[in-house]
């Protein structure tokens, strides 16, 4: 398989991810994995504490809502890289992970990876992520170039695709998981008729769950 076909699903957020059963298998499975300390297949164990970390901050504990590591979001996007990625796409989410890490130990001078604050994490998120939609559209523009012409891709390039996938496969896996789509979404486990179209005040503003 060449590089560029086995790369091109990167930027999962950015419209590339498909989802089918299996992911969706995958997801479930997560569910008998609770606690903050898990036993990855992807990362190391001191990169788990740093992606607990980081899903938190995309979608963290509210009133209403549980954490993302509450669900177990971290564990799905370590089984999924691990298990959906082709090689090529591993090396360049490890490339951009790895780049993070090493410019959060760099910002805050520490020698701990598990001692980062959230805080600190959060500024490099911001600084990486929030775009404007012309800079994203250049960005892709330019990955792509790379991945076609078979050149490098730079450091701060994976690490933007690295953490855009991670935002994504978030979303996805909170969504999706059986605690949000059964308590937090409309759970309807037999649905009956369809209704395309209905006024969002007969679900208190809440979509319906896709968990069944």
Known sequence: M?????????????????????????????????????EPVYF????????????????????????????????????FIKEAY?????????????????????NTELEDLSDVKPEDIETVLA?????????????WESFEEAIENEKPISDVMATYVALNDIRGLCIFAYTNSETVGKEILVYKPVPGKQEGCIDLSET????????W
């Open 86 to 106: 082709e090689v090529e796409a591993q090396d360049v989410f490890k490339q951009g992970f790895t780049n993070l890490c090493n410019v959060l130990m760099k």
């Open 204 to 211: 208190d503003g809440k979509a319906y769950s896709l968990f």
């Open 44 to 79: 190391n164990k001191n990169q788990t504490q740093l992606l607990n970390k980081i899903t938190d901050i995309i979608l963290p504990k509210t009133v209403d809502s549980p954490s993302a590591t509450e669900v177990n979001v971290p564990q799905f996007i370590d089984k």
């Open 127 to 139: 600084q990486t992520l929030k775009i404007s939609k012309e800079e994203e559209k250049v960005f």
């Open 2 to 38: 060449k590089r560029r076909d086995a790369i091109k699903g990167l930027g999962l957020s950015f419209g590339a991810l498909l989802v089918g059963s299996s992911a969706l298998s995958l997801l479930q499975s997560c569910s008998k994995e609770t606690g903050p300390i898990w």
